[in-house]
């Protein structure tokens, strides 16, 4: 098994420098998108706030459904998941993908395996597709992608209602979700190197909501 490099970024809470480039948790592409200013604020000035109670709901949530899938799943290899899934229908929660190629890593809510395709889930408390959250999709496609190889089958990108059913959004990660993917992937390294500076939103009403607000100089 190859070795692997890993340490822990000198100023960055939450980002692991492996194989000699940043790599930090995808769910911070949906944070981006909402402002990046509050990743500063969080991880490199390292302000505590309190979980808010949509953020408490949230896990409390996911949690159950995790326990629910739990009692009749079984566990298996990756590898031989993604063979058996040549020929028959899977699924599978809280799959673990890391890229150090792409300096990415985090957990899939939810992932179907099938013959045909794969089906990356992220569970999302609304029902309206936020190019944060479609960001934050693809970067579980691309890590995904990454990991399997050369498998040809097609990966399918969707959101999810929390706590339903209901998939409000679904799209093909093509060529061009990778390029966009990969584009904002950039700026993220350009962020953790120093090369760019994090920005915050323009709009007045996520400012409001935001749990570092009275921390932030431009809220």
Not at 72 to 92: K, V
Not at 144 to 166: E, N, P, V
């Amino acid at each position: 098994m190859q070795q692997i490099d890993a340490k822990p970024h000198p100023s960055i809470k939450g980002v692991m420098i492996i194989d000699g480039k940043n790599n930090f948790p995808i769910s911070w592409l949906n944070k981006q998108g909402y402002c990046e200013y509050s990743i500063y604020l969080e991880n490199v000035r390292g302000i505590e706030t309190e979980p808010t109670i949509e953020m408490k709901q949230g896990q409390a949530i996911h949690q159950e459904l995790e326990n629910e899938f739990k009692k009749g799943a079984e566990i298996i290899d990756f590898n031989e998941m993604i063979d058996l899934s040549q020929t028959q229908e899977i699924l599978s929660r809280e799959m673990f993908v890391s890229s150090p190629k792409f300096g990415i890593r985090g957990l899939i809510d939810e992932i179907w395996l099938t013959p045909d395709e794969f089906i990356i889930i992220d569970d999302k408390p609304g029902s309206i597709a936020y190019n944060s959250s479609i960001n934050q999709v693809w970067g579980y496609c691309l890590a995904f992608k990454d990991i399997i190889g050369s498998d040809d089958r097609k990966i399918m990108g969707a959101l999810r209602q929390r706590g339903s059913s209901k998939i409000f959004w679904m799209q093909e990660f093509n060529e061009n979700a990778q390029k966009t993917i990969q584009k904002l992937l950039d700026r993220m390294q350009d962020l953790f190197n120093g090369s760019k500076h994090f920005l915050p939103t323009n709009n007045p009403r996520k400012c409001a909501k935001c749990r570092f607000n009275s921390f932030c100089e431009f809220g």
